[in-house]
């Protein structure tokens, strides 16, 4: 069975995060936005143990606001973890800085982690009247999006009540904790990342 078919079967078997009568409501105002949640609360889950990490890829499911940690073995597709994120305010993919969208990708043509760096001491400005604040975990693991600049996935210093959910200017957050682990037991350089599209 190729990847692409093992990434597939393993898609159909993933839980959903919430049910489909499930509404979602955002309201963006002049320079603040905002998240309305409309999903259920969600902890992190592990499934079993990774046999070798470097088999192993991110999927992220913007519709489930899931991160999944999958690994190849013997031609399957295996979930061994998954994480709430917060993906993008906005839905759909992303066009151009500032459209507060997540951008997307297939298994074809995936991104990569590029580097996975210190950014414990970031500060980020959400002109919500906060200030410059930490913002970003432990880590930065920065996305090579061909198009697009700056996208990673990273932490929710001070904006933790967010995931999962959406509110994002278009990076992938996950709560401080999870994204210790990812980065411990998981996450390396060169590392694969599916970002599956938002649902029509």
Not at 62 to 75: F, H, M, S
Not at 172 to 190: E, H, P, Q, S, T
Request: a negative charge; one cysteine or more.
């Amino acid at each position: 069975m190729t990847l692409i078919l093992s990434l597939l079967a393993a898609l159909f078997a993933m839980p959903s995060c919430g049910s489909s009568e499930q509404k979602e409501n955002v309201t963006v105002e002049t320079g603040v936005t905002d998240t309305i949640k409309a999903v259920p609360a969600d902890t992190a889950t592990y499934y079993s143990d990774v046999v070798d990490k470097k088999n192993c890829f991110i999927l992220i499911s913007k519709p489930e606001y899931r991160l999944y940690v999958c690994e190849v073995v013997d031609g399957d597709t295996v979930k061994r973890v998954h994480y709430p994120v917060c993906v993008g305010l906005a839905k759909g993919q992303k066009q151009k800085k500032g459209d507060m969208k997540t951008p997307e990708c297939t298994s074809e043509n995936p991104f990569t982690i590029t580097e996975i760096v210190d950014a414990s001491q970031w500060t980020h400005d959400f002109g919500d009247g906060r200030g410059s604040i930490l913002s970003y975990g432990n880590w930065f693991m920065r996305l090579k999006t061909p198009g697009h600049s700056g996208i990673g996935i990273h932490g929710s210093t001070n904006n933790e009540s967010s995931v999962p959910g959406r509110g994002s200017e278009g990076c992938i957050r996950l709560r401080d904790n999870d994204l210790d682990v990812l980065k411990a037991k998981y996450a390396f350089v060169g590392m694969r990342v599916v970002i599956l599209a938002d649902e029509e």
